[in-house]
């Protein structure tokens, strides 16, 4: 795989679609990864009420990832784009409209 030549679309049809299914990690990992998945999943839903609906717990499921990324990746994994993901939450919800 070819990482540092994939585009944002890419990425997002791996984190979305493909990642859940292919992915073979270590239990952890791959548990971490699906609360990432879902949790952008709830914030790209086109029906406004459901979206709002389940806000709350994916931004929920975004503080535990980020949480437990030291833990997980180890102290040189953090980085500012490791604590921006928390953020998108707030633009769903000022936004009224799905992210990405």
Known sequence: ??????????????????????????????????????????????????RQQYLEYACK?????VANCEQMYGKNFLAYNIHSPLHLGDDARFFRAPIG
């Open 61 to 65: 499921l975004l503080h535990h990832c």
């Open 1 to 50: 795989m070819e990482l540092d030549r994939w585009k944002a679309t890419e990425f997002q049809q791996f984190r979305l679609y493909t990642g859940p299914l292919v992915l073979n990690t270590e239990r952890n990992l791959y548990k971490h990864f699906l609360n990432i998945s879902v949790s952008i999943s709830i914030m790209l839903m086109q029906v406004n009420h459901a």
